[in-house]
């Protein structure tokens, strides 16, 4: 043992074995612990842990020359993120265990925002199951595989709202609905860090705050909105999160209210922690204390004690704190005390995660061999993956295909392995994954012919496709030959199974698009596939809700399959030919062309309205000259294999004391041949209130399985929590009056009955 370590070793009983034998019953309290420890601790290991730094395996930001193994020996460094396999990480481990004085063992984070090596669906893609109990499992999933690699902190759940599909991040949250984000947000959460077993990790909600809002669908762009929108909008998942028992934060990159979010108190301090009680740490993200100088805010001096008493405890890549917080402690800008408290919230993190009971808790290099990519972690995901699929159009029940005859599978997304995890796919080993072709070709064996084609390019123009690759290409072949080749085949098939639109990293970080139409080589290709007049089934690979105008009035068939993981081809089999029945339905409102952006189903109704679904032009209202108001797809929207019939909404009362309970009762019926899944939904609208309500508020939903023939009658109880809301100043209110509840399919096709508050 080092002698330097001699002062921990007090603390945590030392067998000379691992120097960390005690068990967790034999460490003091939390709070104790940590006290201690920090009354051992020098200003410069103190701020040392507040210290994060990248490991330089994975880019998810600016590259970093850093000698990492020397910081952590100096004890800079209080985490790490990015670094690669369980060897690499346990290597670190001992150096700051061994090394440091105190022998502080670090964190180890990453991007496990779908999975691991199991992909999941995109977060998004998940959100469409609205299956909670399966969300949960996923995250336990992608929890277990990211601790067999030695990774104890996931840079997950996201749970910005956003309203505008062109911000290439919609695809890592869960949409434009609050009340939904926040059940996901919250399941996540549940998921991942479990009881903080050696199978859980530490989930860090972001990006906080309002990061979904930048304006005009760019990334990092700036955001300003008011605050009792703030409160009945966008806040209410993160605020879900840190009730939740979230571990920790992440800070958005941002300005709110003019202040860099990682330098905001209000946000952080006064919100976050005194208000939602949210005792966990906060990270800033990748560098923004050092673009808080490119916002226009401050000096790197100043910033980085400004950062740090807004409630910011730990830095992610600026190197803001390690180099001027002891200056700022000298001149006066920053007290010892408000290190302490950052640090202190570091150590609990620590502390929570079992590091201090053995800091090699996450370092077992057999685990990482046997427990990625499992048949039981694979299964999990294939099921969710099916269960995400959202059926936007089915003419004349195409699908389900039968398995016989002649398919042809054609599209630049048909045969390709490494796009399907889509993007933040950061534990992915695509060799292992099936492509869409060997799936089908798998499934139809004996059965039915696949006959492939390529048919198109992404772009037409190879610099354009060559700036959306990222590491994930696809082949670009003659656009000509390959539409030729393409048309031959579908000449000779049954049907076109079309596989086209984004690759996958067209959505995720920094991947804003302004036309969300499928990229011109393919639609070049499904315009001609179209005119061979076969069937077309066309399978949407998208990380947001796209333009999906002209297909949905010339394709007869339309699924979204978002980016679902590792096991798409599988699941998307399993679909298309009808073993299983769709359910998805998205959380994305999809629009009928771009200038609708942004476009939610919950907005407010304007003092010149127009009816909803209305097909013309009104003068002096609130519309459009060349597009009307409605999605093409609504928000909660999606088909299945069986259809349901909706009977009336009734209430057990028409009136109801605001603190009181009502139930809402609806029975639904599979009227289809098929067994299924359905989501039920209900929304309301407070009819007049003393600040502008939305149109309707999604307050509830149920997914039930019916038989064929099958009939259930769902109920909701209605009380306070669905009628509140924040009025102007900032306080939950339920104002008495009308209101009116909505129960149906989605957020376009309800049944509606008016409630009275008194
Ligand atoms: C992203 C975060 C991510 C972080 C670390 C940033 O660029 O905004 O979402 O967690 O990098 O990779």
Known sequence: MKKTNIALAALFLLSPATGFAAKKKQLPPMSQFVTELMQKMTLEEKIGQLNLLPGGDLTTGAVMNSPLAEKVGAGELGAILNVKGVEKIKNLQEIAVKKTRLGIPLIFGQDVIHGYQTVFPLPLAQACSWDMAMIE?????????????????????????????????????????????????????????????????????????????SESGRDYNTVDMSHVRMYNQYFAPYRAAAEAGAGSFMTSFNIVDGIPATANKWLIDDV??????????????????????????????????????????????????????????????????????????????????GLFDNPYRFCDPKREKTELYTATNRSVARDMAAETFVLLKNQDNLLPLKKQGTVALIGPLADTRNNLPGSWSTGDKPEKYSTLREAMTRCLDGKATVLY???????????????????????????????????????KSDVVVACLGEMAEMSGEC????????????????????????????????????????????????????????????????????????????????????????????????????????????????????????????????????????????????????????????????????????????????????????????????????????????????????????????????????????????????????????
């Open 272 to 353: 976050l922690r005194k208000e939602w009680k949210f005792d966990g740490f906060v990270v800033t993200d990748y560098g923004s204390i050092n673009e808080m100088v490119s916002h226009g805010v401050g000096n790197p001096l100043d910033n980085t004690a400004q950062a740090l008493k807004a409630g910011t405890d730990m830095d992610m890549c600026s190197e803001a704190f390690v180099s001027n917080l002891k200056t700022c402690v000298e001149k006066g800008t920053v007290k010892e005390s408000d290190i302490e408290q950052a640090c202190r919230r570091v150590l609990e993190a620590k502390y929570k995660l």
């Open 511 to 758: 991947a804003s698009r302004s036309n969300l139409e499928l990229p011109d080589a393919q639609m070049m290709l499904l315009k001609e596939l179209v005119k061979t007049g076969k069937p077309i089934v066309l399978l949407n690979f998208s990380g947001r809700a796209t333009v999906l105008k002209w297909e949905s009035e010339n394709v007869n068939a339309i699924m979204n399959v978002w980016f679902a993981g590792s096991e798409t081809g599988d699941a998307v089999c399993d679909v298309l030919f009808g073993d299983k029945v769709p359910t998805g339905k998205t959380v994305n409102s999809f629009p009928q062309n771009v200038g609708q952006l942004p476009l939610y189903y919950n907005h407010m109704n304007t003092g010149r309205p127009v009816p909803e679904g209305t097909d013309r032009f009104f003068k002096y209202q609130s519309n459009y000259l060349d597009v009307r108001n409605d999605p093409l797809y609504p928000f909660g929207y999606g088909l299945s294999y069986t259809t349901y019939e909706y009977g009336d909404l009734t209430l057990s009362s028409s009136k109801m004391k605001a603190d009181g309970k009502v139930e809402a009762s609806i029975t639904v019926k599979n009227t289809g041949l098929r067994d299924g899944d359905e989501i039920v939904q209900l929304y309301i609208r407070d009819i007049s209130a003393s600040i502008a309500r939305p149109v309707k508020e999604l307050k509830g939903f149920q997914r039930i399985h019916l038989k064929s023939g099958e009939s259930k009658t769902v109920k909701f109880d209605i009380t306070r929590s669905q009628l509140e809301f924040y009025g102007s100043d900032l306080k939950p209110v339920v104002e008495p009056g009308d209101f009116t509840i909505m129960v149906g399919p989605n957020s376009r096709d309800l049944k509606t009955v008016k409630l009275t508050v008194e």
């Open 453 to 491: 084609a390529q048919g198109s390019n992404i772009y037409l123009d190879e610099k354009q496709q060559k700036e959306i690759e990222f590491g994930r290409p696809i082949e670009r072949g003659n656009q000509q030959q390959m539409m030729d080749e393409a048309l031959a085949v579908a000449r």
């Open 137 to 213: 499992r996923a995250a336990q999933v992608a929890a277990a595989e990211a601790t067999a690699s030695g990774i104890n902190w996931v840079y997950s759940p996201m749970v910005d709202i956003a309203l505008d599909p062109r911000w290439g991040r919609v695809s890592e949250g869960a949409g434009e609905d609050p009340y939904l984000t926040s059940q996901v947000g919250a399941a996540m959460i549940r998921g991942y860090q479990g009881d903080y077993s050696d199978h859980n990790a530490m989930a860090c909600v972001k990006h906080y705050a309002l990061y979904g809002a």
